[in-house]
């Protein structure tokens, strides 16, 4: 039976692209949840009170997101990805939801946990479905855009955050999710099929239960240490008591886990080891000055939300600007280890300017600081997945890599923890001694305002400017306290190895994305799947490519024959009128590239069909054959030969692009 018409392309074509939409607006969601709450936060702690709890509105959402995300990926890999994204989907609705309805700082924060939840699920499952609609071709080009939406969401996510604040209220932050989400939610329900190729895994459980409580009591060891409790206390020594009890059993598990979250050994690679804990310094000094930097612009400088965020796009833009740049470099260089040098040194002097910040610091000195932060960040991102994934077994590159993400996710969580407590202590502190001695109105208590900015307005011009004072030191001394980790990241960048890049990771390099650190759950061969398509992309032009394909097979054949005869052999019969009209040319240039194949014996004529013939199904292997060594050459360090899995991804590869329909215009203008 012949091809049909082309009727049935465009209509996938539209299929899949209302399917990455959805998935883009799912993603956009989750990743914007992560910057759009910050300058929000000092208008949520005015209605609310309770600065002291201001940093668990963050820390709860990365939480819960950090350690769900291996869970989701795996468990969308045995149970499929539709209904488990959808599930997902639906749980981080229900957060938003409920986070603007709170009556509470408690009420929040817990709802928090419950969005993040929901959004480890959206990013990872919308990176891993894409594999399951996209062609191999096209898959770099969409995961690439998924990269860009992560990448714009931190950067506008300040930005939106000021002006749902001014313009509607904060509690907005969080129900424009809902009319989104729900969106959605009906595209992936009514266009996105169910996955078949579902495959079994050994899930940790424990390991995510264990390492997860761990990490949630040193987070509020951190947070209630010097503020709500004294360091000695037998609260915070046993938070801390508790965590070591819990990361041994963590350690105990994991080694006997089938498929841990972070692999132990991964440990004993050096590489690995500096890029984890350099990971984890830039999700500490990012999320950290992140969440409080709208306070001191709000408080401080008497910005609205929104000015505030436009503040802040210094900062986003250098850290996306020189994200890229440094990804595009390594790729073109081979060299990656003077980047996160380079930028950890600017991240220290940076953080040492913020610290000189004060109420009469001008626009221009505000953003030039903002700015150089940024650049310093930028550096660093993409470099740390880049070296981790060059040096790894190909059977820890998938967990290898979501690891780095992992920590640097972590340490965002520990930083705006800390940065909470030294914030806490110190406003406590500086606040008091503004307001000692000062003739406060009727009523007014003095601890009120280290609780809650807003009552500034209560106090007479003078007594509020000496507490603003308190407030422009007391977040900056927070830049003081970051300084020192980020001169530590500086010291482990200059123990990170240089190793020549494999051509994969060095011509592909990682995701935007993940460069900001988003969440990835994929596999071993799912990272090496992503590495191939990117590469594809950059293949030659579809005229070329089919030449060279046939020549080294041994046939002098012309690309849009080749080309032809790849389409005939997936069925074993097709129309020559479909196969022009796939090809977007005219039956007459069509019959001009079926005749060399007729001529040689490699397609017989019937009728307006053409048939495969043995020497014509002989010639299609041999170009496929031709196709998987070139992609297997891309390779090196991760022998195919070894690896059954990879062999098969080789030869599934080059058995889908040899006669791609995006190569058809192409090879056949070429004749």
Request: net charge positive; glycine share 12%.
């Amino acid at each position: 039976m012949g091809e049909s018409g082309t009727a049935a392309a465009p209509t996938r074509e539209r299929g899949v692209w209302a399917v990455i939409l959805a998935l883009m607006l799912a993603m956009l969601l989750a990743a914007l949840d992560q910057t759009i709450v910050s300058t929000a936060l000092p208008t949520i702690v005015g209605e609310f009170g309770g600065l002291n709890h201001l940093s668990w509105v963050v820390t709860a959402y990365l939480l819960a997101s950090t350690v769900s995300t291996p869970l989701w990926g795996k468990l969308g890999d045995q149970y499929g990805r539709r209904h488990l994204f959808q599930a997902a989907i639906v749980i981080f609705l229900a957060g938003s939801a409920l986070c603007g309805l709170a009556g509470g700082m408690t009420q929040l924060i817990a709802f928090r946990a419950l969005q993040g939840l929901g959004g480890g699920g959206l990013m990872v499952l919308a990176m891993a479905i894409v594999a399951d609609v996209v062609a191999p071709r096209d898959r770099g080009r969409y995961q690439g855009l998924f990269g860009g939406v992560f990448a714009f969401a931190s950067v506008v996510g300040p930005l939106l955050g000021g002006l749902f604040v001014d313009r509607l209220s904060w509690r907005w932050v969080f129900y424009i999710n809902v009319p989104i989400g729900v969106v959605a939610l009906f595209v992936i329900a009514a266009t996105l099929r169910g996955w078949r190729d579902l495959r079994p895994h050994a899930i940790d459980y424990p390991g995510a239960v264990l390492l997860g409580a761990a990490v949630t009591c040193v987070v509020l060891a951190t947070s209630w240490g010097g503020s709500r409790y004294a360091w000695d206390s037998p609260p915070i020594l046993g938070l801390g008591a508790a965590a070591a009890l819990l990361l041994v059993l963590w350690v105990r598990v994991d080694r006997r886990a089938a498929e841990p979250i972070v692999p132990l050994h991964l440990f004993r690679v050096d590489v690995f080891s500096v890029a984890a804990a350099l990971g984890f310094v830039v999700g500490f000094t990012m999320m950290g000055t992140l969440a409080y930097l709208p306070l001191f612009l709000q408080v401080v400088h008497g910005v609205s939300a929104t000015t505030s965020g436009l503040y802040l796009l210094p900062m986003m833009a250098g850290m996306l600007g020189t994200s890229i740049a440094s990804g595009q470099a390594i790729s073109r260089t081979g060299h990656y280890r003077i980047y996160p040098i380079a930028g950890m040194a600017i991240t220290t002097g940076a953080l040492l300017l913020l610290h000189g910040m004060s109420e009469h610091s001008s626009t221009l000195s505000l953003s030039l600081r903002f700015l150089a932060l940024g650049v310093g960040l930028g550096l660093v991102m993409q470099v740390l997945v880049i070296a981790v994934q060059n040096v790894v077994d190909y059977r820890d590159l998938g967990v290898a890599t979501s690891s780095v993400t992992f920590f640097r996710s972590i340490g965002g969580s520990f930083g705006v923890s800390l940065f909470g407590t030294v914030f806490a202590g110190q406003v406590a502190v500086r606040a008091a001694e503004a307001l000692r001695g000062a003739a406060l109105p009727p009523g007014f208590h003095p601890a009120a305002v280290q609780g809650s900015p807003a009552l500034l307005s209560r106090l007479p011009p003078d007594i509020a400017a000496r507490v603003v004072h308190a407030y422009a030191e007391s977040v900056t001394t927070i830049f003081l306290y970051a300084a020192p980790v980020a001169f530590a990241g500086l010291v482990l960048a200059c123990f990170l190895r240089q190793v020549p890049l494999r051509t994969t990771v060095g011509t592909s390099a990682a995701d935007l994305g993940e460069g900001y650190g988003a969440p990835c759950g994929r596999s071993s061969l799912e990272e090496i799947e992503r590495a191939l398509t990117v590469l594809m992309r950059k293949d030659p032009e579809a005229a070329r490519l089919y030449r060279e394909l046939a020549r080294r097979a041994g046939y002098d054949l012309p690309a849009g024959a080749v080309w032809m005869l790849a389409r005939v052999a997936r069925t074993g019969r097709a129309g020559r009128t479909a196969l022009a009209a796939r090809a977007g040319t005219t039956p007459e240039r069509g019959a001009g590239c079926a005749q060399p194949l007729v001529d040689r014996g490699l397609v017989e004529r019937s009728g307006d069909d053409l048939v495969i013939t043995g020497p014509g199904r002989e010639a299609v292997r041999r170009m496929v054959a031709v196709r998987r060594a070139a992609l297997a050459r891309h390779l090196d360090g991760w022998n195919p030969d070894s690896n059954p899995e990879l062999t098969a991804l080789l030869s599934r590869l080059a058995a889908e692009t040899v006669g791609d329909d995006r190569d058809a215009r192409g090879a056949v203008d070429a004749i």
